[in-house]
């Protein structure tokens, strides 16, 4: 059934995860009139791979695109996590108990599958009309509109959706899904006198990945690509994570190290050194330097890994910040795009409930209630663990390993919180769409 609001102008900055999920959740909610404003000339099919874990799966699926992933996805069987230098495995769980408790497994794809997920899902409901190659360059949160302009120059008679000139485009509400760099939020919180700073954290990132064709069925390293499960090795200050992806033809690393080359892109593109990647990882043990030294010249991503402190608001007038806009997340909890993905469920549910458009400030604010402490909770809880992973020799790291080596092989508690059977209930069991419609009378009362 249709939304009583159903032809709201809903514009949707950013084509990311968070962007392109709000798109669709809002598709499917049975809203006609959406935008979504993307720098980039194209939505290219970059990136490496990405956990479809089991509080997104529940999203997609409802949704109807999560075949698209499953086609070519890995289910984990399990985790282990090893010592660097050693290869010695000082933890593993077992993932039997994933689909049972949660529904679903624990799936990583490679990031163009997800992506596929959102952009089909979306631009095939006919209702999202996509914007290329446009800059918005500031915001008008009392009128709810934006200025906006071509990102590039285009040749005469070559316009991508027809604004040559800076011009301000009229919404309902705005949805600023534009990243960690976000031009949104720097904006709200400048309108309250707060200062927009994002946290760099000293550590960058290796995004690589090696084929199964490279490895010439190596015996050593063939169980990475034949099997399903994923590998975490980890040292003082450093780690990397591993697993198969891509119906088992790549094996994707994800690397955190300390930042010495001072990346300053937050993007997919930006190239690191394969040299410096070896020297950052010398002691590793050899089968990881074997991985390593087959990741071809030129495919090595590399970006610092920033944060935000926790935000004050979300939501200024009809305007709300969605995904790493509002709750930039490291790596170490695999839910940076869950998270961003359950930003867009809820909008899609608060939005649909509403009857007049002057209430969408208080739809918005709903959305913070609900979302906020969750996402503060898992951005909080993902720094903790990278801190945990990489200590350095002493009486904390030997609690930790003696801690790992006691933990059960079945799921329990565990050092690394990704694994931590607890933690992952809290993740995992949760459905923030079934969250918001239950709470959405009591806290939209609330909203002023």
Known sequence: ???????????????????????????????????????????GEVGAGINIVPNLARILERWGVLHIAQAEGVALDGASVLNCATDETLTTVDFQYMSDEFGYPFLVVHRKA???????????????????????????????????????????????????????????????????????????????GEVDSVVDTGQAAYRIMVRRSMINEDPELLPFFTGSHSYRWIGEKRHIIAYPIDSHDLFNMSTAHPDRRFVEADSWTATGSKKEMLEVFHD??????????????????????????????????????????????????????????????????????????????????????????????????????????HLGAGKDKDARDAAFKAADKKGGANPDKQIDRDVQRTLYAHDCAKEAEVQFEELFKQAV
């Open 284 to 389: 590793f043990c050899p089968r990881v330097q074997k991985l390593l030294s087959l990741v071809p010249e030129g495919d090595v991503l590399e970006w610092k890994l920033r944060v935000h402190e926790p935000l004050s608001t979300w939501v200024d007038h009809n305007v709300a910040l969605v995904g790493d806009a509002c709750h930039p997340t490291l790596p170490h909890l695999a839910q940076g795009a869950a998270q961003a993905v359950e930003d867009a469920a809820v909008l899609g549910v608060v939005l649909s409930k509403i009857t007049d458009r002057k209430d969408i400030n208080k739809a918005l604010q709903v959305y913070q209630a609900v979302r906020k402490p969750r996402a503060d909770w898992a951005v909080m809880t993902a720094a903790a663990n990278g801190k945990g992973l």
């Open 1 to 43: 059934m249709a939304p009583p609001l159903a032809d709201l102008n809903i514009h949707i900055i950013g084509a990311g995860m968070g962007g392109m999920g709000c798109a669709l959740s809002l598709a499917r909610q049975g809203f006609t009139n959406i935008h979504v404003w993307e720098s980039a000339t194209a939505l």
């Open 114 to 192: 997800l992506q596929k997920c959102l952009v089909s899902g979306a631009m095939d409901s006919g209702v999202v009309k996509l914007h290329l190659n446009k800059v918005v360059t500031e915001y008008d949160f009392e009128q709810t509109r934006f200025l906006v302009q071509d990102r590039q120059k285009v040749p005469a008679g070559d316009e991508i959706n027809g604004i040559t000139e800076p011009q301000y485009v009229d919404a309902d509400v705005i949805l600023a899904a534009d990243g960690v760099r976000s031009k949104a939020r720097g904006a709200m919180l400048k309108r309250k």
